[in-house]
Structures are given as C-alpha cells and as structure tokens.
C-alpha cells in the first residue's frame, strides 16, 4: 500500500520561504517520477512541479518557475519542493504524488493527507 506524508507547511509572510518534504514507502520509488500539486481553497487540484525518477530532470508551472525548486533523495525515499518569493496566491494545500512523465505529467491515485501553506500578505 502506497504511503505518502507530506510536511513542512505553515504559515509565512509574502516573501517568505518554505520547504516541504514527502515521505513515501509502499512503492519503488526509484522507479517513479514526483511531482507537487496544490489545491486552494474552492479551486481544481492543479500541477505545481515534477522530477524524473533519477533527479536529472525538474519541470515547472509557469507560475512558479524561478521561485520553486524541485529535488528528490532517492536513498531516502523523499521529494522536496524549495518555495521562495511566497505570494498570497501561493495559499493552498500542497500535495505530493508518484507518476511518471510523458510530456506532461501523469499522476496515479495515490494522494497523501497534503500539507497546509499560507502566505500571507
């Protein structure tokens, strides 16, 4: 069973940086690309950045290129995600996912219980 806990979240002023982090075990994780989605608060579930499986690779929303980093830690089973230059519009719960890419990302229905950011302004 696919397992994914997703922390790191709080509540920082616009401008302001966070680190996230997702644990996952029940799958080879190796294996598979990550990626972040976020959800606000009355909106879709929306793609926020993506990692190959070997790390060599990161793709972006256009809304947060330069701002947001993506890495991974194979050995431990762990994707991160840097956000600097936070923006109230960044609000939302940040939510990890294991997929794979083919020109676009391609989730699987293994989803985590989120992390909660709030920037505010």
């Known amino acids: 069973q696919v397992q994914l806990v997703e922390s790191g979240g709080g509540l920082v002023q616009a401008g302001g940086s966070l680190r996230l982090s997702c644990a996952a075990s029940?799958?080879?994780?190796?294996?598979?690309?990550m990626g972040w989605f976020r959800q606000a608060p009355g909106k879709e579930r929306e793609f926020v950045a993506a990692?190959?499986?070997?790390?060599?690779?990161?793709y972006y929303a256009d809304f947060v290129k330069g701002r947001f980093t993506i890495s991974r830690d194979n050995a431990k089973n762990t994707v991160y995600l840097q956000m600097n230059s936070l923006k109230p519009e960044d609000t939302a719960v940040y939510y990890c996912?294991?997929?794979?890419?083919?020109?676009?990302?391609?989730?699987?229905?293994?989803w985590g219980q989120g992390t909660q950011v709030t920037v505010s302004s």
């Open positions: 996912n294991p997929g794979a890419w083919r020109g676009t990302y391609s989730s699987t229905d293994n």
């Open positions: 029940g799958l080879t994780f190796s294996t598979y690309a």
């Open positions: 990692v190959r499986w070997s790390g060599d690779r990161t």
